[in-house]
Structure formats: C-alpha cells, structure tokens
C-alpha cells in the first residue's frame, strides 16, 4: 500500500514557478514509477509527467515540456514536480500518482492517488 499527500499549490502570476511536492508512505516507494497529472474544471484528468523508478528516464506531456521538471529523492520517499513559465492554462488540481507505467508515448495510470493539490495561474 502506497500513501501520497501533495503540498505547494497555490496563486500564482503568469511567468511565475512553483514547485510541487508529494511526499510518499511505505517501504516499496522506490520501486515505483511515478507521475503528475492534473484536472481542469470541466476537463478530464491528463498526464503531465512522469519519472521511472531510478530516476534517469522521464516522460512529459508536449504541452509542459521544456517548462516543468519531475525528480524524486528516494530516499526522502519525495517526488517533485517544478514548474517554470506558468500560463493559465496550467490552471488545475495537480494529482501525484504512484505505479504508473509509461513506455512508447503510452502512459497507463497507477492506482495509488494523492487528494491534490490546486494551482492558479492568474493572467
């Protein structure tokens, strides 16, 4: 069983970073794929990033890509996701996501979920 909490949403103006933290419970935290994905009002959930379980392969969504960075520290059981050049269209609950498996611009979701946490891009 994997537990996750996100933390460091919040307002932000258009340009602005922020950088989004989950921090993760259990001992087979390492093991795991990891990503972020996020829901707009009115929209379906979306894959933003995602990080493989040594760290040294990622995947981002084309919409983010060049502007965010996902890392992880597994030792601290942490996943991170920095987010550079916000735009309002970035608007949305950001959701951290543990044993996702992506491959061949393929991303399949995993089934551990934080409760999310929220970003405002103000333009």
């Known amino acids: 069983q994997v537990q996750l909490v996100e933390s460091g949403g919040g307002l932000v103006q258009t340009g602005g970073s922020l950088r989004l933290s989950c921090a993760t419970s259990?001992?087979?935290?390492?093991?795991?794929?990891m990503g972020w994905f996020r829901q707009a009002p009115g929209k379906e959930r979306a894959f933003v990033a995602a990080i493989n379980w040594s760290g040294d392969s990622t995947y981002y969504a084309d919409s983010v890509k060049g502007r965010f960075t996902i890392s992880r520290d597994n030792a601290k059981n942490m996943v991170y996701l920095l987010m550079n050049s916000l735009k309002p269209e970035d608007t949305a609950v950001y959701y951290c996501?543990?044993?996702?498996?992506?491959?061949?611009?393929?991303?399949?979701?995993?089934?551990?979920w934080g409760q999310g946490t929220q970003v405002t891009v103000s333009s």
């Open positions: 996501n543990a044993g996702l498996q992506f491959a061949f611009d393929v991303v399949i979701p995993g089934n551990y």
């Open positions: 259990g001992r087979t935290f390492s093991i795991y794929a």
